[in-house]
């Protein structure tokens, strides 16, 4: 299954639609993970309000990716997990960490467009750096 990865202006957004194998999830990560690097967007909203369950291999493959996103230079947004979905990811101790999330996919835009308009801890950085801040 080839899940669609859109590009709105600067940003990515893709919705996974149905309940993935692992080996769609691993060719969804290679896919997203190459879209990012060959667009150089600025942020990424995966919305996953269609699925129902989730394994902890499959929420182990969404954390990489949304890391992968972020070591790329975008911010990532995950939005729209079901409230047993996030039971079951706390109760495998595989909570998303350091992934921003929102309710979501209208507050997951917001949240995104948020973060990719606010300057980064690294240009303020490198504004310093240069004599420039």
Avoid: W, Y
């Avoid at 600067?10 to 969804?28: C, P, Y």
């Avoid at 990489?64 to 101790?93: I, K, Y």
């Amino acid at each position: 299954m080839k899940i669609p990865i859109l590009k709105l202006k600067d940003l990515l957004l893709t919705s996974i639609q149905e309940d993935l194998t692992d080996n769609d999830a691993i060719v969804f990560q290679k896919d997203l993970i190459e879209k990012v690097n060959r667009t150089g967007v600025k942020g990424v909203v995966i919305d996953i309000t269609a699925m129902d369950m989730i394994d902890s291999f499959l929420a182990r493959v969404i954390n990489e990716t949304a890391n992968m996103v972020r070591l790329q230079g975008a911010d990532v947004v995950v939005c729209g997990m079901q409230p047993c979905v996030a039971l079951t990811l706390v109760e495998m101790g595989r909570e998303l960490i350091g992934v921003e999330s929102a309710l979501n996919l209208e507050q997951g835009m917001e949240k995104i467009q948020a973060l990719v308009a606010s300057p980064s801890d690294t240009d303020s950085f490198e504004k310093e750096s240069n004599g420039r801040g």
